[in-house]
């Protein structure tokens, strides 16, 4: 399962019908949630986030969670990360989820992600397309 991150509902939507129109949805079951849906707060800080996800075994799709202070999402990666914990994807340009071609290329490596996930345990974060 996916957790979107709080600020990408409407990326999601376009990502969800990129998956849709490419036929994914009939071979994989992809669900993406929001925090509304797993009654997260928005205003968690990354760290709980991090936790939240590890915790519920959800990968957080995320596009501008930083490393500014202690409680960043990339110093909870490296204070927290395990061998076994799901990786954070990414976006790496967030605003060119507008563009057909960038957005197809993210959902290319989202399904690869998925699909290979034992081969991403650990890594921390990675970032798509």
């Given at each position: 399962k996916i957790l979107l991150d709080h600020h990408m509902k409407k990326?999601?939507?376009?990502?969800?019908?990129?998956l849709e129109?490419?036929?994914?949805?009939e071979l994989l079951e992809i669900p993406m949630l929001t925090f509304a849906d797993v009654g997260l707060p928005i205003?968690?800080?990354?760290r709980d986030v991090w936790r939240f996800v590890q915790k519920n075994r959800l990968i957080l799709l995320t596009g501008n969670r930083n490393n500014d202070g202690e409680d960043s999402l990339q110093q909870t990666i490296w204070d927290e990360n395990q061998p076994t914990s799901l990786p954070v994807?990414?976006?790496?340009v967030l605003d060119r989820i507008e563009e057909r071609v960038y957005r197809k290329q993210c959902v290319e490596r989202l399904v690869e992600i998925v699909l290979n996930i034992e081969n991403y345990l650990g890594v921390g974060r990675i970032y798509i397309p």
């Open positions: 990326q999601g939507i376009l990502l969800w019908g990129v129109n490419e036929g994914w949805l205003d968690s800080s990354d994807v990414t976006i790496g």
